[in-house]
C-alpha cells in the first residue's frame, strides 16, 4: 500500500478528507461536492454511491487517493 491509499476500506478516510483521481488528478472535495452527479455539497467521499466515477476520466473510486 502506498501513501494516500485507502485500499477502499472507507473507514480510513475523514469526512472531510480531499481524495484525487490517480488518473486524471481531478479532486473530490466534500465541501463542494459533485455537481456533475448531482452529489450534493457535505457528502464524504466514504458515502458516494458504489457506481459514482470520476466526473473527468470515469475511473472507478478505488482510484483515488487521499490528499
Not at 485507502?6 to 463542494?32: F, H, Q
Amino acid at each position: 500500500m502506498f501513501e494516500g491509499s485507502y485500499s477502499g476500506d472507507n473507514s480510513r478516510i475523514e469526512t472531510s478528507a480531499r481524495l484525487e483521481c490517480g488518473i486524471c488528478w481531478w479532486v473530490y472535495d466534500p465541501a463542494k461536492g459533485d455537481p456533475l452527479t448531482y452529489v450534493p455539497s457535505g457528502t464524504p467521499f466514504s458515502a458516494l454511491p458504489e457506481q459514482w466515477r470520476c466526473p473527468n476520466c470515469d475511473a472507478p473510486k478505488h482510484k483515488f487517493m487521499v490528499l
